[in-house]
């Protein structure tokens, strides 16, 4: 405090022309030396007079403290009456901020609402659902603990046990908190304590080795040097806490080296503290205590640089960093004030000297912003605390947590996050159930039913699938319908895009060989025989029960009879290249647009006689399996069914067989070894799925017929238009007719 003010009387740009003074009272945290203290510095004299202001000199501006809440709480009382300002500097208690009980309260530390809220984030973001906590029986630990389990209620974490640190110490109440903790399942326990309360609980866990357990430390411990020096507690490496934000006092180290009391011979704390760093004695000061071991006298030559003293440590200034705040904010104040702004504390923005923003919210709390520690050992056997992060309540929401994962060292010098948990997770498949009488968080994992899914961990109910779907094995997808679906589309985008390289190089002579028109025909059948398996997903209804067998059949008969054309077409025209042979007016495009045609009306009149005598409905099936109703389609007349069936197989077989013969024609006529292979294909799908469809029931029917649908457009549209399209594409000088008429090839073999 008194270097922020010679710093600030210093400055030509704050408070120029106007030099502020101070007066030191130390309450030793007493609520009645607190007050005592707020009245002698009300009434200016030594003597209390109350309700009278007895200053010789420059009236009180404001008053900086107290450190405990407990001194804070009557001071400001007190203040408020006059109107005097009050700025803490480690006062966090909640109550403070109403400002309808305190309205001249301000302070340079968060609320402990925050703390709590962000030490919530904290477990959470670590991923620990199951802890135990520790809390002083006092308005502190009891106010922090009791914001802390309804947040954390919130974001799913569950309290195993939450127990009162003694403020006075009790033998009997520290053995059997320990106990507690010994025999607890988690591996978390949060602490809202101060250092002289958890000391003995602390003292009693290392006795009994208990040395498992992940500490999360309050501001109030989190940077303790008595539970951090000399090896005392090595169960506490690994902790992780929030800290009062650290700052930086440029100027502040030289300071400190500077002081004397030479130089301040009125200031007999500065005497005091000599006397104790150097282990010495002033001369003729009989009305300072006595200092143990203070055989020398001090000369005035010492030096403090040589001290080895936490009180020139300036590299962990959090506290003091507080008051330094708590200083400039008054000058601010006042600096309004001379400027005629009526505006007595800083809810503006203005700044230090070292650059920190300064201003109060409306509750007179200033931003709350902590710096995350981990304590890890030091090769003295000490324990460091090192910054892994900061949480600031004025960030974005979800961005005030910030961690460096990668930095944190777990007890057992581990760099990996350890689990505190009630129950394992329940992986997809599976679902939670809640164990009567405990916890969400304890729970067991129980599979899906069959036909429902979990598609995410720790689902607390399954969901089941929709009804043109399946879960699979794992249960944690309903595949099936998606994949058809997607596969369906898919394939029927493979001939249009054939058709449409077709079309572009029409003029091309391996386009225009073998009847051009009845392939983009083919081409037509081969998009649509996917999309009509399209219509055998979902749910079942009378027209998609009397759609879908009659549309494939069809199309699939208007298929293979072009494919029977084209068969036909390659005998015909080799044999009419023959001389003398009579089948030269059968060569055209009449005879194969006859039988296809012809092939396809057949179908189609099959399915008109099975539409009128017994057409397919939908049914709901009670019998396949137990305790289930499946919806599906009847089909009405199984004979008309296998009639359908049995007349696309002859068309494929009749096919396959005139291809068959026809394979060993000359190379230009070649076609036949493509249409041989994709009939193949054709009849071994088919007959695969007759023993695939009769063994099936329920869904499964439905997807063996999609499978065989989409097995056998792929396999026509492979084997035939594959290899044309390869010499489209990649092979452009075969796609010529001396090349096609056997010119080529035999003019390559000679060379």
């Known amino acids: 405090m008194m270097y922020a003010i010679e710093e600030i009387n210093a400055s030509p740009a704050l408070l120029p022309n106007i030099t502020l003074g ?55 009382n007190i203040l408020g009456i006059y109107n005097y300002p009050q700025i803490s500097y480690f006062s966090s208690a909640m109550s403070l901020a109403n400002r309808h009980n305190f309205p001249t309260f301000f302070r340079t530390i968060p609320n402990d609402m925050i703390q709590s809220l962000g030490l919530a984030q904290l477990v959470k973001h670590f991923g620990w659902s199951w802890v135990g906590v520790l809390a002083d029986e006092d308005d502190y630990g009891q106010g922090l603990s009791t914001i802390f389990k309804q947040e954390a209620q919130k974001l799913g974490i569950c309290i195993e046990f939450l127990e009162k640190v003694p403020i006075l110490y009790s033998e009997s109440h520290t053995h059997r908190i320990v106990e507690v903790i010994k ?40 940077t303790s040097s008595a539970l951090s020096k000399n090896q005392v507690f090595t169960m506490l490496t690994g902790s992780v806490g929030f800290a009062i934000h650290r700052g930086e006092i440029p100027g502040f180290k030289k300071y400190l080296l500077g002081l004397h009391p030479l130089k301040s011979p009125n200031d007999i704390y500065l005497r005091i503290f000599w006397e104790e760093a150097f282990k010495c004695r002033w001369k003729n000061q009989d009305i300072l205590p006595e200092t143990e071991n203070s055989t020398l006298s001090c000369t005035g030559k010492e030096e403090l640089g040589k001290l080895e003293n936490t009180f020139l440590d300036v590299s962990n200034l959090r506290m003091t960093y507080n008051t330094y705040n708590a200083v400039y904010a008054v000058a601010y104040a006042l600096q309004n004030l001379y400027n005629c702004h009526l505006r007595p504390l800083p809810t503006g923005h203005s700044e230090t000297w070292a650059g920190e923003e300064i201003y109060f919210d409306e509750n007179g709390d200033p931003p709350a912003l902590y710096d995350i520690v981990n304590w890890k050992p030091t090769t003295s056997g000490d324990i460091q605390y090192i910054k892994v992060g900061s949480y600031n309540s004025s960030a974005p929401p979800g961005k005030e947590l910030v961690l460096i994962d990668s930095a944190i060292l777990w007890p057992g010098e581990k760099k990996q996050v350890p689990l505190s948990v009630c129950s394992e997770s329940c992986l997809p498949g599976w679902r939670k159930a809640t164990r009567q009488g405990q916890p969400i968080c304890c729970f067991d994992c129980i599979p899906c039913s069959e036909g429902e899914i979990s598609s995410h961990k720790d689902s607390t109910e399954c969901l089941p699938c929709p009804d043109d779907q399946w879960p699979n094995e794992r249960r944690d997808i309903c595949p099936l319908g998606i994949v058809l679906a997607v596969l369906s589309i898919v394939i029927s985008v493979v001939p249009k895009s054939i058709l449409g390289l077709f079309l572009w190089y029409r003029h091309t002579p391996i386009v225009k060989a073998n009847n051009r028109q009845l392939s983009y025909v083919l081409l037509c059948a081969l998009t649509l025989c996917p999309l009509c398996s399209l219509i055998f997903i979902g749910k079942p209804s009378s027209a998609s029960c009397i759609l879908r067998q009659t549309m494939f059949a069809i199309i699939f008969a208007l298929s293979v009879s072009c494919v029977l054309a084209k068969t036909i077409m390659v005998i015909i025209a080799f044999k009419a290249s023959k001389p003398g042979s009579n089948l030269h007016r059968w060569v055209g495009s009449r005879l194969p647009n006859t039988i296809a045609c012809l092939g396809t009306l057949i179908q189609a009149g099959i399915c008109a006689l099975w539409l009128g005598y017994a057409p397919p409905f939908p049914q709901n099936n009670m019998n396949s399996q137990v305790g289930k109703i499946i919806l599906e389609c009847n089909e009405g007349s199984s004979l008309a069914f296998w009639c359908m069936m049995g007349y696309m197989g002859i068309l494929a077989i009749v096919s396959f067989v005139i291809a068959f013969l026809a394979r060993k024609l000359p190379n230009s006529f070649n076609e036949a070894k493509f249409i041989t292979f994709s009939m193949l294909v054709f009849v071994i799908v088919w007959l695969s799925f007759i023993p695939s469809y009769l063994s099936t029931r329920g869904k499964y029917t439905v997807a063996v017929e999609i499978f065989a649908i989409l097995s056998s457009s792929a396999g026509l549209l492979g084997c035939i238009f594959f290899p044309k399209c390869y010499v489209i594409l990649l092979k452009p000088e075969r796609n010529t007719r001396d090349f096609l008429m056997g010119k080529g090839s035999s003019t390559n073999k000679k060379k």
Not at 43 to 60: F, I, K, M, W
Not at 189 to 194: G, L, M
């Open 22 to 76: 101070y007066s030191i009272y130390d309450s030793c945290d007493i609520i009645p030396r607190g007050i005592e203290g707020v009245l002698w510095m009300v009434s200016g004299t030594d003597e209390v007079v109350l309700n009278y202001r007895c200053y010789a000199q420059a009236p009180l501006a404001a008053v900086i403290g107290d450190s405990a809440s407990s001194v804070s709480i009557p001071m400001t």
């Open 183 to 222: 025999t607890s399942t988690a591996k978390v326990v949060v602490v809202f304590s101060w250092e002289t309360y958890l000391y003995p609980i602390m003292m009693e866990i290392d006795k009994q080795n208990i040395n498992e357990k992940i500490w999360i430390a309050s501001e109030a411990w989190s």
